[in-house]
């Protein structure tokens, strides 16, 4: 469990030569979009058997010297981490709840027998990146500074066992409203795919989660939905998550059901603050199975109000139509965001941006 790494390492700073001149990085600011954009920096720390952690780095943002036979490359011993770093009314830069990135960084670790990082190097390394390049932070409506840690296994050796170093590395991404007028309602395809078995890697964030999940999404878009909706693996029933956000149901006598934590989905760090927040309101969330077939009947009886879909990327996305392979579509309340939707979106960005009271300590100061 534990790894030889020091409470805290010294991050040693190699400033960017030629970062990307003011102006330049200005007019990128403006409509950054999400995920092609990337700040001056990077951070990169070191692990090797027997030596743990070292040689912590603030460095230029650059290609990575990778022998073609390091792991990552052949069996796919990555894992990652996202989140958004914001500037908050007074200009200080904040991180949302990066303890919680930083445990759930290490139960991925755990199960693709990678070497856990202590969460304060984590949290630190999240701070060095905005540290040298906040001002990366896109100033526009909605606009976040997104930070991708990630960890790969970089020994070169084809045999299949555990690699004996690693690195790991923030990279930072300035994103723009991933909606820009508010969240539209998205239409899901229910998936003959699995995302992920009882006992397999469903409840870590690894690459090849994803890897198998685009065959299905792509699917989805070619008959022309949004995302797509995977059952469990076993039964092929219960409600599990979209590709990569969990899901919420709304019902007419006040209570919130989100798919329990059976193993094979993923702890999403928004779906936890939402339970938090929608009890706070004073709703009723229960952790629990939800099947298909209760799905369509509980949105054709109108018992069931509302679904949206979370995580950190778009925060809350309301889901207006279910379409079966088998049984054919369905439409959630009126098709379009819901209310409750709408009202629990805009508490948890109010807090993440530092407008409404912080009475959990989620909000992370970095000035
Ligand atoms: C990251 C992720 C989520 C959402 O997690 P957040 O911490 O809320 O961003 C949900 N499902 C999958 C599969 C994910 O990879």
Redesign the pocket.
């Known amino acids: 469990m534990a790894t030889l790494a020091p409470a805290s390492l010294e991050f040693t700073r190699l400033p960017h030569p030629a970062p990307l001149a003011l102006d330049a990085r200005t007019a990128a600011l403006a409509d950054p979009g999400f995920g092609k954009l990337f700040s001056d920096h990077m951070v990169t720390i070191e692990w090797t058997e027997g030596r743990g952690w070292h040689d912590a780095v603030v460095g230029p943002l650059a290609p990575l010297p990778l022998h073609p036979a390091a792991a990552v490359l052949h069996y796919a011993q990555e894992i990652f981490e ?2 958004k770093a914001y500037r908050l009314a007074d200009g200080t830069m904040a991180l949302f709840r990066p303890e ?2 930083a445990a ?1 960084f290490n139960s991925s670790a755990k199960r693709l027998a990678m070497p856990e990082l202590p969460e304060d190097l984590f949290v630190e390394a999240c701070r060095q990146i905005v540290a040298v390049d906040g001002d990366w932070f896109p100033d526009i409506e909605g606009g976040s500074l997104y930070l991708r840690p990630f960890m790969i296994a970089t020994e070169a050796f084809l045999g299949v066992r555990p690699a004996k170093s690693y690195k790991f590395i923030v990279i930072a991404s300035p994103a723009g409203n991933y909606f820009k007028s508010g969240a539209p309602a998205v239409s899901i395809w229910v998936s003959q795919y699995t ?1 992920a078995a009882p006992g397999g890697t ?1 409840a870590a ?1 690894c690459g090849g ?2 890897a198998a999940s685009l065959v299905p999404q792509a699917e989805a878009m070619a008959k022309g939905h949004d995302q797509v909706v995977f059952l469990d693996a076993a039964e092929h029933r219960w409600i599990e ?6 899901l919420y149901f709304v019902f007419d006598d006040g209570t919130l059901l989100t798919p329990a934590l059976t193993g094979t ?8 603050s939402l339970l938090t927040l929608a009890r706070e309101e004073g709703l009723t969330v229960r952790e629990d199975r939800y099947s298909i077939d209760q799905w369509r009947a509980d949105a054709a009886s109108g018992r069931l109000l509302e679904t949206f879909a ?4 778009a925060v809350v996305t309301p889901v207006g139509k279910v379409t079966d392979p088998v049984e054919g579509p369905f439409t959630i309340g009126s098709g379009g965001p819901g209310q409750l939707t709408q009202k629990l979106r805009q508490k948890l960005v109010s807090i993440q941006r530092g407008e409404a009271e912080d009475r959990h300590g989620w909000v992370m100061r970095l000035g």
């Open positions: 996202g989140l919680a990135n759930r995302r469903g964030k989660n994803y998550e979209l590709g990569g956000m969990n989905i993923l702890p999403g760090i928004t779906r936890d979370c995580g950190t990327a």
